[in-house]
């Protein structure tokens, strides 16, 4: 009923920047909260960043200052800014709605495919 579809992963350098996109297709009534999780081999998935449909947001520590999540409500889609990238960064980040909620009124999780970012010189 709803999928994420995710763009922008790619190769950069340290001190780059990468812009990752997630947009939610599909009969989607509303999304409260949108984000994006990262998990490295043999790591666990962590969460990178979360922004309200109020714009409330939440940064892991790891990248606060660096990243920027934003939404555009309109188009239930997510970004996230990524500056200033260091190898620790190397990822794959997925897009994650955790309460998204289709024209049903039923309430779903739901996560991206995941989106290779590799920070390397």
């Known amino acids: 009923q709803v999928q994420l579809v995710e763009s922008g992963g790619g190769l950069v350098q340290p001190g780059g920047t990468l812009r990752l996109s997630c947009a939610a297709a599909g009969s989607i009534f509303s999304i409260n909260v949108m984000g994006w999780y990262r998990q490295a081999p043999g790591k666990q998935r962590d969460l990178v960043a979360t922004i309200t449909s109020y714009g409330t947001t939440n940064y892991a520590d790891s990248v606060k200052g660096r990243f920027t999540i934003s939404r555009d409500n309109a188009k239930n889609t997510v970004y996230l800014q990524m500056n200033s990238l260091k190898p620790e960064d190397t990822a794959v980040y997925y897009c994650?709605?955790?309460?998204?909620?289709?024209?049903?009124?039923?309430?779903?999780?739901?996560w991206g495919q995941g989106t290779l970012v590799t920070v390397s010189s």
């Open positions: 994650y709605a955790p309460d998204a909620i289709v024209t049903s009124r039923a309430r779903l999780a739901v």
